[in-house]
């Protein structure tokens, strides 16, 4: 069994991502911490705990983190996820209360714990702010998997947030400039490959996510039916993450170096893979380049329909 953290911004996408974990049982997750992303940090917490309720989960605890980023102004993205930011779908509200100290908790866990698994799946300010705090957890770390980056490895590789910028590193690429420079090598589950067609649901999806018996299946289907209304599809960003925590066979991975514009302008949140043969840069991040769309979409309603 793997033991993972979930760092995250629920958000539609990272919602499902719980769903998945939870229902995993290669997985047992040590807890999550909540930044500001999609929504603000009140909300990314409070939908946290709204989905663990769903799931009839007490023990997984929940820390709150960082409200803003390192040195920009928070941008969210209340209209993709819904001013509440699991689609408006009206869930009721938490049982429980978050708990204060997202980073302490990460630098402790990191630190105490032996082969965990972090996989962040929005912006990096909790994960940059605890790397700054005690530079030990990079190096302790099983592995870390990063829901994030736009780099030109598959013709679906380009941004989201800007024409080149993906949303998780757009919001704040000081904290992710951090993250790459440090020694965790991360594994980057990026635009490349979660915005894929194959790995897209559609429509009559969701029918049969509202047909199944299982209650994440049906919260499921109640929180991405706004965006499939508008959209027509929906992108599975952020359950891929943890899916190569689960079966890391799934996806095809090439090295390299990273690096992450923290300029203004257009170009803000780029992340950039040295393409360069005589330019000698230690690879810093594994990028992922292919998925099995049919394994992981089996995985992902599998999981979901998990009672």
């Not at 209340?78 to 408006?88: A, F, I, P, Y």
Request: proline share 7%.
């Amino acid at each position: 069994m793997v033991k993972i953290v979930l760092d995250m911004d629920p958000g539609i996408d990272d919602a499902l991502a719980i769903m998945v974990a939870v229902n995993s049982h290669e997985l047992e997750v040590l807890g999550i911490t909540t930044v500001s992303g999609n929504v603000h940090v009140d909300k990314t917490s409070v939908n946290t705990l709204r989905v663990l309720d769903v799931l009839g989960v007490k023990d997984i605890p929940v820390y709150r983190g960082a409200a803003k980023p390192l040195v920009k102004n928070l941008e969210t993205a209340e209209w993709v996820h819904g001013e509440d930011g699991l689609g408006d779908a009206g869930l009721p509200p938490p049982k429980r209360q978050p708990i204060p100290g997202a980073v302490r908790f990460l630098v402790e866990t990191l630190m105490g714990e032996h082969g965990v698994t972090l996989v962040a799946t929005g912006p990096l300010t909790n994960v940059a702010l605890a790397f700054l705090l005690e530079p030990e957890p990079p190096k302790r770390l099983e592995k870390m998997i990063i829901m994030g980056g736009a780099l030109s490895l598959t013709p679906y590789g380009h941004g989201n947030a800007t024409p080149v910028s993906e949303f998780n590193v757009y919001v704040d690429p000081e904290a992710a400039d951090i993250v790459f420079q440090s020694d965790v090598n991360p594994l980057c589950v990026g635009l490349d490959v979660t915005t894929d067609p194959a790995t897209t649901l559609k429509p009559q999806d969701l029918e049969g996510l509202r047909s199944s018996s299982s209650p994440a299946a049906k919260t499921a289907a109640e929180i991405m039916k706004k965006f499939v209304d508008r959209f027509g599809f929906m992108q599975l960003h952020d359950p891929m993450a943890v899916a190569a925590a689960i079966d890391h066979t799934l996806f095809k991975t090439t090295s390299g170096h990273v690096y992450v514009v923290c300029d203004e302008g257009i170009t803000r949140g780029q992340t950039i893979i040295e393409r360069r043969s005589w330019v000698k840069q230690e690879p810093n991040a594994q990028k992922c380049y292919w998925v099995d769309s049919q394994r992981f979409l089996k995985l992902f309603f599998e999981r979901l329909q998990s009672v």
